[in-house]
């Protein structure tokens, strides 16, 4: 690039190469040694068949369905980025292998599947930042008490891990590794239940066991 007069300090060159990423032109190559490399497209991916814009938005919106089912159609537009017509028009295109139901009057969409065994209650996880469950669907009503989620996002905390008690996220949660443990800082939104707590507990342990370390809860829950 240098040799061809085009500037390459740090910032440029990331998006240069983020550009021809998006562009089809090259893609991740093999290892070498430990350095990342990147490779032609063509050459790395012999006969790939490009989609048109419609059945690359129609492919979206079946894979949007089938993996974060049930949700509505709004839930696919707000996580896409597609506009609302363009997201009725992919959708439009795949509903007819999804299920339909309504609830409270607004209408969901999933894959069809067998009935799912339904866990023991109360069921806790510790969700990390990013996670679909909470950034994926433009109406939160259904996951948070007293739309707490919509308080924290409309407060810039739309990455915070969050505990999940029931489906409901019920508050946030912070971790800082130790050299021998993992020390875990809950924050839930309302006073638990020995229920709850209990089964809030046994989450952090087991999130400890995926470090191989002791985790501790510190501070007052």
Same mark, same amino acid.
């Given at each position: 690039?240098? +040799?061809?007069?085009?500037?390459?300090?740090?910032?440029?060159?990331?998006?240069? @190469?983020?550009? %021809?990423?998006?562009? /089809?032109? @090259?893609?991740?190559?093999? *290892?070498?040694?430990?350095?990342?490399?990147?490779?032609?497209?063509?050459?790395?991916?012999?006969? $790939?068949?490009?989609?048109?814009?419609?059945?690359?938005?129609?492919?979206?919106? !079946?894979?949007?369905?089938? $993996?974060?089912?049930?949700?509505?159609?709004?839930?696919?537009?707000?996580?896409?980025?597609?506009?609302?017509?363009? %997201?009725?028009?992919?959708?439009?295109?795949?509903?007819?292998?999804?299920?339909?139901?309504? !609830?409270?009057?607004? #209408?969901?969409?999933?894959?069809?599947?067998?009935?799912?065994?339904?866990?023991?209650?109360? &069921?806790?996880? &510790?969700?990390?930042?990013? +996670?679909?469950?909470? @950034?994926?669907?433009?109406? *939160?009503? +259904?996951?948070?008490?007293? *739309?707490?989620?919509? *308080?924290?996002? #409309?407060?810039?905390?739309?990455?915070?891990?969050?505990?999940?008690?029931?489906?409901?996220?019920? /508050? #946030?949660?912070?971790?800082?590794?130790?050299?021998? $443990?993992?020390?875990?800082?809950?924050?839930?939104?309302?006073?638990? +239940?020995?229920?709850?707590?209990? %089964?809030?507990?046994?989450?952090?342990?087991?999130?400890?066991?995926? !470090? /191989?370390?002791?985790?501790? @809860?510190?501070?007052?829950?």
């Amino acid at each position: 690039m240098a +040799d061809a007069y085009i500037e390459t300090d740090v910032q440029r060159l990331a998006h240069i @190469i983020i550009h %021809a990423e998006l562009d /089809g032109l @090259i893609c991740s190559g093999p *290892r070498r040694g430990k350095q990342f490399t990147y490779a032609l497209l063509d050459e790395r991916v012999e006969g $790939s068949d490009w989609p048109d814009r419609e059945q690359s938005r129609a492919k979206l919106a !079946f894979r949007y369905f089938t $993996s974060h089912g049930p949700a509505q159609l709004k839930d696919f537009s707000w996580w896409s980025g597609l506009g609302e017509k363009d %997201a009725r028009s992919a959708f439009d295109m795949v509903k007819s292998g999804l299920n339909q139901a309504t !609830f409270d009057k607004k #209408t969901y969409w999933s894959p069809p599947h067998a009935e799912a065994e339904v866990p023991d209650l109360p &069921l806790a996880l &510790l969700l990390s930042v990013y +996670d679909e469950y909470t @950034i994926a669907y433009r109406d *939160r009503s +259904d996951i948070s008490e007293a *739309r707490h989620i919509e *308080r924290m996002i #409309t407060k810039g905390n739309a990455l915070t891990a969050v505990i999940v008690l029931n489906g409901k996220v019920a /508050g #946030t949660w912070k971790k800082a590794m130790k050299k021998e $443990s993992v020390e875990i800082r809950l924050s839930p939104f309302r006073e638990l +239940d020995k229920e709850e707590q209990e %089964a809030v507990e046994a989450e952090v342990e087991r999130y400890g066991r995926f !470090f /191989g370390v002791p985790a501790v @809860i510190v501070g007052e829950p």
